[in-house]
């Protein structure tokens, strides 16, 4: 499966944009870019997924570089219940096996 | 719409012994995927059923198995618990097989003495 490397926590204010990076330098051509997030004392929850165009929806934006090696979350505004361990990952489908990383542990502060 | 549930939340059992662990799916949700989760760690994937036939399988030995019933909930089973099962283990369900994104339960949260 190909890597992902992603920061192991940022801090942020509430009410401000977050950009989570995430490195992921041997994608194949087939590989689609999901995130889940996973809120303290809870299972994960998917947050987007793309395979080459910026993608946004009601929870986060994605930018995706035009090599595809890097990709970037962005949370617009930041609310404290935004709070969790956000994980980037690799893969063909979104409902196929899930290899997850380390994540990045976001800390909101009010 | 009712989501993903476990059963039971927390369990408590000693070395040897073996564990039936529940998951009830969303609603119109046939594929099911297991995972265990390490205290500070992500998610390990275990095995995904997908309308009750075994749909591929993580690093993990032949003492994890699992069933899944016509009405598409599932259970994991492990036997010959060993320390290091201790873990959250989590079940998600997904509607329409693969591609669409996985719903999450809460989890169960399995201590092994």
């Known amino acids: 499966d190909a890597k992902t490397t992603q920061p192991n926590s940022m801090e942020s204010n509430e009410e401000e944009p977050v950009h989570l990076p995430c490195n992921h330098s041997?994608?194949?051509?087939?590989?689609?870019i999901h995130w889940y997030r996973q809120l303290p004392s809870q299972g994960p929850e998917y947050v987007i997924h793309?395979?080459?165009s910026n993608v946004n929806n009601r929870m986060a934006s994605m930018a995706i570089a035009e090599d595809r090696k890097s990709s970037t979350l962005i949370l617009h505004r930041a609310t404290l219940r935004d709070a969790a361990v956000y994980y980037c990952?690799?893969?063909?489908?979104?409902?196929?096996?899930?290899?997850f990383g380390g994540g990045t542990r976001v800390l909101v502060k009010p | 719409e009712t989501g993903v549930t476990q059963s039971p939340t927390h369990l408590i059992k000693t070395r040897g012994q073996q564990v039936t662990l529940r998951c009830s799916s969303q609603?119109?949700?046939?594929?099911v995927s297991w995972y265990q989760q390490a205290l500070g760690q992500g998610p390990q994937f275990i095995f995904q059923?997908?309308?009750?036939?075994?749909?591929g399988r993580g690093n993990f030995p032949p003492r994890f198995s699992g069933l899944q019933f016509p009405n598409y909930s599932s259970e994991l089973n492990v036997n010959a618990l060993e320390l290091d099962d201790s873990a959250l283990y989590l079940c998600?369900?997904?509607?329409?097989?693969?591609?669409?994104?996985?719903?999450f339960g809460p989890g169960t949260r399995l201590t092994v003495l």
């Open positions: 041997t994608i194949s051509g087939t590989d689609y």
């Open positions: 998600a369900s997904t509607k329409g097989g693969t591609y669409n994104e996985q719903f």
């Open positions: 609603s119109g949700h046939n594929t």
């Open positions: 793309g395979l080459t």
């Open positions: 990952i690799l893969g063909w489908a979104a409902g196929n096996k899930l290899t």
């Open positions: 059923y997908y309308r009750e036939e075994e749909n």
